[in-house]
């Protein structure tokens, strides 16, 4: 590993929500528990906010938009890298706790909830548009998988 300091998760994030306006980034920080780990729904925020589920889900939407537009500028390239080297190693496919070990290094020492890191590393790598999150379910755990394809291995 290179002697540079590493970037954390909430560093990216941070970046990524530069530009966006105070009740995008906590729509966007609420929605995806990337503070206390709790993932609040639509109505939840709506309720917060005192709008419909619906103007809600549009400012995510608009908000998602512009963090992929400046996911694209290279602030999560470290991250999504590691990630998709991880996946290759493992055919593709990689449980999620497995490949939260690997990306360790992008914690804040100490001072991050596990839960906190796992939905951070769930958004940006979601945000990235090249690895695919599936969620637990009766059939299987939940992991990571680099294409429809591999997931079916």
């Known amino acids: 590993m290179p002697n ?12 990524l929500f530069d530009g966006l306006d105070p009740r995008q980034v906590k729509v966007l920080t609420k929605r ?6 709790e ?17 809600i889900r549009q400012i995510e939407s608009a908000a998602l938009a512009q963090a992929r537009k400046r996911a694209k500028d290279g602030h999560i390239d470290e991250l999504v890298s590691l990630a998709i080297e991880e996946l290759e190693k493992t055919g593709g496919v990689r449980k999620e706790d497995a490949l939260l070990q690997e990306l360790k290094s992008f914690a804040e020492n ?14 940006l790598l979601e945000i990235s548009g090249q690895v695919f999150y599936h969620r637990e379910d009766e059939e299987l755990s939940s992991h990571w998988h680099l294409s429809e394809a591999h997931q079916r291995k």
């Open 39 to 55: 993932e609040l729904t639509l109505a939840k925020l709506g309720k917060i906010f005192n709008v419909t589920r619906e103007r």
């Open 4 to 15: 540079k300091k590493q970037t954390t998760t909430s560093q990216i994030i941070e970046t």
């Open 32 to 37: 995806h528990g990337l503070d206390n780990g």
């Open 110 to 123: 100490g001072k991050i909830l596990p839960i906190n890191f796992t939905n951070q590393v769930r958004f």
